[in-house]
């Protein structure tokens, strides 16, 4: 209950045409300590004096010329709606039209002429307790709407920004997209990818990850122009939203710059942290965002040689070529469209051929042959090079066996596959490969193993296990393309590798140049000295097989001798060989 005292400080309006009614009023409400009352005769005032000064109640006349009380409570109601002031009719009139029609103006309560004091001051007190109770209500609600709206305006605030940087995220990126595209002026986008995070995080966890983001957007941020925006679009990617972009040149340079920033060793803690970029560019006046967003990705270049790619029609095109290329490949091995050819290798000291590399082909139906060097990248990257991995050694055993048990191959030839990091890294493959050999009834001599650098350095303790395991059945393993990717000798000792390859990159250009041969020769000491034997991959001509036979490079293949041939090709060129070392070619 509100304390009476505590009302006396509410603002009266007491309303009479009679000057005598007020007065009394005026002097019972003063002896009773009511501080702030004013009052009129004139009832066309009281519109006015309430916007003036609100008050907390009215004591109204109902019966005065002109506007009468009724009137008076319509005119309130008209101006200032829920907002009215309460209202305590005056009223010597007893009859139930007068009261009902003040009842359903809005009217709180009554009093009767002639007035009784202790009635008048406690319908007063009644009136402005209720109200007093309202008003406490209403400021409750409007300061409780006022922290919603606060709350809310954070929360909006929070779920456009990153809580690393404190930059604008997706959504946050997004919003500003969207206006942009409303206003028609060209705006430029920048698709930034960040390689290396993940190798960071893997080394240093993610509070180094996060200062090191929080570093990179300080440090971003300062190279833009103030009109810019930039922020993370993912978990390693960054847009930078480019408004009034005035020409292709200008983005371009921009592009560089940030890439020149990132490509630096950025100091965290007392870390100092690699990263690399490539940033694709797209730029349009009217556009959708995600559209926008979507043409810049497509945009970002593959390696680093350029950093920078601007996107066109033809690009994408390219791109969903490849990804139709990539929907196509899934499933193509049951399909049938999947096929092996053989090239043979040559023992260089007698000119005798002593196994094959199986090499894998595509004809699509719709595509045709397609190059290797196009799908095999595609089958990694979505995973699809396990089954493939799977067919292409299932394959290969298959037509080893019927080679072995037909005697069309003689005891020491050996056939090579190719294995992905992928394959490789799968826990059990090496087991999975010797049961299979087993069913064939195949000696692990039988087989090779061809493995990139950068497919051992995936897992290299996982790839020393299984190629020990492989290894001690005979099986011999085989670097590929030695000398193009890690070149690290260290795993050399680890690992059971009997073969290393030469890549074609080094044999072409051997009899022109002194330094590619003192390479060679190089790489072939070297091989040696692990106890490892040497293919050399791409031999075209004789001088190259003779320069090699003379560094004393044991193994060959390319087209010098033959070509890749299909299975039936393959065994009567083998059997051609055999009787005539080192002149049959199919090139």
């Given at each position: 209950m509100t304390d009476e005292a505590a009302l006396t400080h509410k603002r009266l309006l007491v309303v009479d045409d009679n000057p005598t009614n007020i007065?009394?009023?005026?002097?019972?409400?003063?002896?009773?300590?009511?501080?702030?009352?004013?009052s009129t005769s004139d009832s066309t005032r009281v519109v006015s004096l309430c916007e003036t000064d609100c008050p907390d109640l009215i004591l109204l006349d109902i019966r005065m010329p002109g506007?009468?009380?009724?009137?008076?409570?319509?005119?309130?109601?008209?101006?200032?709606?829920?907002?009215?002031?309460?209202?305590?009719?005056?009223?010597?009139q007893h009859d139930h039209e007068t009261r009902q029609t003040a009842l359903s103006l809005g009217a709180r309560d009554f009093l009767t002429k002639p007035f009784r004091h202790d009635?008048?001051?406690?319908?007063?007190?009644?009136a402005l307790s209720v109200h007093h109770r309202f008003q406490v209500r209403d400021q409750q609600a409007q300061a409780l709407e006022h922290l919603v709206a606060q709350r809310t305006q954070a929360l909006e605030q929070q779920s456009r920004t990153n809580?690393?940087?404190?930059?604008?995220?997706?959504?946050?990126?997004?919003?500003?997209?969207?206006?942009?595209?409303?206003?028609?002026?060209s705006t430029g986008i920048l698709f930034i990818a960040l390689d290396g995070l993940d190798d960071i995080m893997?080394?240093?966890?993610?509070?180094?990850?996060?200062?090191?983001?929080?570093?990179?957007?300080?440090?971003?941020?300062?190279?833009?122009p103030p009109s810019h925006m930039i922020g993370p679009w993912g978990g390693s990617e960054w847009l930078v939203i480019c408004p009034d972009a005035v020409n292709t040149a200008t983005l371009v340079d921009l592009a560089n710059l940030l890439c020149r920033l990132i490509h630096q060793d950025h100091p965290v803690a007392d870390l100092l942290l690699p990263i690399k970029a490539r940033v694709g560019i797209c730029q349009a006046s009217r556009f959708d965002p995600e559209r926008l967003v979507h043409q810049a990705a497509l945009a970002l270049p593959p390696g680093y040689a350029p950093m920078v790619q601007y996107y066109s029609e033809a690009l994408e095109q390219?791109?969903?070529?490849?990804?139709?290329?990539q929907q196509a490949l899934r499933g193509a091995g049951a399909r049938e469209e999947l096929t092996l050819v053989f090239?043979?290798?040559?023992?260089?000291?007698?000119?005798?051929?002593?196994?094959?590399?199986?090499?894998?082909?595509?004809?699509?139906?719709?595509?045709?042959?397609?190059?290797p060097t196009d799908f095999i990248p595609l089958a990694e990257a979505s995973g699809d090079i396990l089954a493939i991995g799977d067919w292409v050694i299932d394959e290969a055993l298959k037509h080893l066996k019927a080679w072995h048990r037909e005697d069309r191959i003689d005891q020491d030839f050996h056939l090579a596959i190719n294995v992905a990091a992928r394959q490789l890294s799968r826990q059990g493959f090496a087991e999975r490969l010797l049961e299979r050999l087993n069913r064939c009834d195949l000696s692990g001599a039988r087989l090779g193993l061809e493995v990139t650098e950068s497919g051992l350095m995936l897992d290299v303790d996982l790839a020393r296990e299984q190629l020990t395991l492989l290894g001690r059945a005979g099986i011999r393993i085989a670097i590929d393309d030695f000398g193009t990717g890690y070149?690290?000798?260290?795993?050399?000792?680890?690992?059971?590798?009997?073969?290393?390859?030469?890549?074609?990159?080094?044999?072409?250009?051997?009899?022109?140049?002194e330094e590619d041969r003192n390479l060679a020769a190089t790489v072939i000491a070297m091989a040696h000295s692990f106890g490892c034997d040497v293919v050399a991959e791409g031999i075209e001509h004789a001088a190259q097989a003779d320069l090699l036979r003379d560094l004393g490079c044991e193994t060959a293949q390319g087209y010098y001798y033959s070509r890749p041939l299909p299975p039936e090709a393959f065994t009567d060129w083998y059997r051609q060989q055999q009787a005539t070392p080192a002149q049959l070619s199919y090139g």
């Open positions: 007065e009394l009023l005026l002097d019972l409400l003063d002896e009773h300590g009511f501080e702030n009352v004013t506007l009468d009380g009724h009137g008076v409570m319509s005119a309130l109601t008209e101006r200032f709606g829920a907002q009215a002031p309460p209202v305590i009719v005056l009223t010597a009635e008048v001051l406690q319908r007063i007190n009644n809580p690393t940087t404190g930059l604008p995220n997706r959504h946050g990126l997004t919003l500003i997209l969207d206006e942009l595209s409303q206003q028609g002026d893997r080394l240093h966890g993610y509070g180094t990850i996060e200062a090191l983001l929080s570093h990179l957007s300080q440090q971003l941020s300062a190279a833009l390219e791109q969903r070529h490849r990804l139709k290329l090239q043979p290798k040559v023992d260089l000291a007698s000119g005798r051929a002593i196994g094959a590399e199986a090499l894998l082909r595509w004809h699509h139906p719709e595509f045709g042959t397609v190059s070149s690290s000798l260290a795993y050399l000792k680890t690992l059971p590798v009997s073969t290393l390859k030469i890549d074609r990159a080094f044999v072409s250009p051997l009899p022109d140049s």
